[in-house]
């Protein structure tokens, strides 16, 4: 078999590179070793954890909502049919791609690639193996849960991220090891379930990428919700017993302890290795990284590679972005990577959300900045949606005003979050935002009286003194 572009992977950042190649006027063979598309995105990944996360945040406002007056029965939780809920959207969205696929003529082959050379691949499904060769071949075969060796990984209680969101029952204790944005959002979804949530994290804060004052909020709320919150932590064993799995901990502090499962969500490797790369030339590093150019090209002049596979941050709208470069470039177009910034967010409850510089690299970087932080204490909107532990901080250059980045911590914050990637993207000063008239009563406001909060001109609260 023959075909002008190869895309090996269907996740996010494939899909998008095989339908824009297409698009573009290409010949498109799209392998995946899943019979649908979408990657540990779509199926699972983000789409079921957010599914999951609404059904947690329904049950969480129920209980909340006690405080106006109104108040409802506990939830029977029928977790048959929340799975098949679950499932049902990740459906939905493999036979959307499926169709997508279809009407843009791209040829999906199942089963597992490797290369055999430069210009050739080899896709093995069971018995069958078929060769296919290419003139242009884009690598997206994205990551995995990283599985430390000393632990039971063969015992069905310790579970990664699939296994935590295949649901199949809700342990009455649950330990999360990593407080990252996926050992979090799992803690939320099992924690609304019934779980009593402990959680282990090596570092001295949970989301250490993010900075301190936009963690604060929902470290103070889970602090008086789960069991235990363990800082500056590690497990150093994991022993599997009839009653349950038994965790040790470093230092003498924490004495070991018996949970029903535990969830390991300390990151994720890439999977560059697994594709026979040196049988085609690629320069693959010790982690499995595939260094790219600005193009997202490969060191082999016809081999692309974008997602999870070139680096930090493993995140889907990042692939998306990369895939389209890739497809672009191809197809003769002068595209390159040229985005200022990388949007996170962290779906726990209070959401996370933050782009551009943090707090903790322009201290690093020696950069010379303002800031205006915002408390939700202070929002007419949030106030009225029984919430009061919310952030909004933009960071500018003290000089020219222009913002170097931006946070917020709230409902809805991976919402509102866009505004700030936009104005980044756009050059915006502070006083852009400042002037820019904003719905009220809002969340979106919060990020307009940030702005005041830098020029001086806020009336929501009082001024900052300059410094």
């Known amino acids: 078999m023959k075909t002008e572009v190869l895309i090996l992977g269907g996740g996010p950042g494939g ?8 698009d573009l006027g290409k010949q498109v063979t799209l392998v995946e070793r899943y019979p649908v598309l979408g990657g540990v995105c779509l199926n699972v990944g983000c789409i079921p954890s957010k599914t999951l996360l609404h059904a947690a945040a329904v049950i969480n406002e129920a209980k909340e909502v006690s405080s106006y007056g109104i108040s409802f029965n506990p939830p029977k939780i029928d977790l048959k049919k929340l799975k098949a809920t679950k499932e049902k959207v ?6 959307g791609l499926a169709g997508l696929a279809k009407q843009r003529n791209v040829t999906i082959i199942q089963g597992l690639g490797e290369f055999s050379s430069s210009n050739s691949m080899v896709v093995k499904n ?4 078929e060769e296919i060769e290419f003139e242009q ?6 990551s995995q849960a990283v599985k430390i060796p000393p632990f039971p990984n063969d015992d069905p209680r310790l579970m990664d991220s699939t296994d935590a969101l295949a649901l199949e029952d809700v342990p009455e204790k649950l330990l999360i090891i990593g407080g990252g944005i996926i050992g979090l959002e799992m803690a939320t979804v099992y924690h609304a379930l019934g779980s ?12 250490p990428g993010c900075d301190k004052d936009l963690v604060r909020p929902l470290m103070q709320k889970i602090k008086k919700s789960y069991d235990k919150i363990l800082l500056s932590t590690a497990v150093e064993s994991i022993e599997a017993l009839d009653e349950g799995l038994k965790v040790s ?28 790369a040196d049988k085609a030339g690629i320069n693959v590093d010790e982690r499995g990284f595939i260094q790219v150019d600005k193009q997202q090209r490969t060191n082999i002049d016809n081999i692309y590679a974008i997602g999870d596979v070139v680096g ?4 889907a709208h990042k692939a998306v972005h990369e895939g389209k470069i890739a497809a672009e470039v191809i197809a003769g177009h002068q595209s390159q990577w040229q985005a200022l910034t990388i949007p996170s967010v962290a779906y726990t409850d209070p959401e996370i959300a933050w782009m551009g510089l943090t707090e903790n690299e322009a201290k690093e970087q020696g950069i010379d900045y303002e800031k205006g932080a915002f408390p939700w204490a202070a929002s007419g909107r949030s106030l009225s949606m029984g919430r009061k532990e919310g952030l909004t901080k933009i960071l500018s250059d003290k000089e020219t005003g222009r913002i170097l980045g931006a946070g917020m911590t709230g409902t809805n914050a991976g919402e509102l979050i866009a505004e700030a990637v936009l104005a980044l993207e756009m050059g915006a000063c502070v006083d852009d935002i400042a002037l820019t008239v904003h ?14 909060m830098i020029e001086g001109t806020i009336t929501d609260l009082m001024p900052p003194k300059k410094r």
């Open 15 to 22: 899909y998008s590179a095989a339908f824009r190649a297409a």
């Open 90 to 95: 990740s459906k939905q969205l493999n036979t």
């Open 126 to 129: 069971g018995d069958t193996r």
């Open 137 to 142: 071949a884009i690598i997206a075969v994205g």
């Open 196 to 207: 009593k949530i402990s959680v282990v994290e090596m570092q001295n804060q949970i989301i």
């Open 249 to 276: 901990f470093s230092g003498d502090k924490q004495p070991p302890e018996i949970f029903d499962k535990v969830l390991v969500a300390v990151g994720r490797r890439p999977n560059g290795h697994l594709i026979a």
């Open 312 to 315: 930090n941050p493993m995140l």
């Open 439 to 452: 719905a009220h009563p809002t969340l979106a406001e919060t990020f307009a009286f940030a702005a005041e």
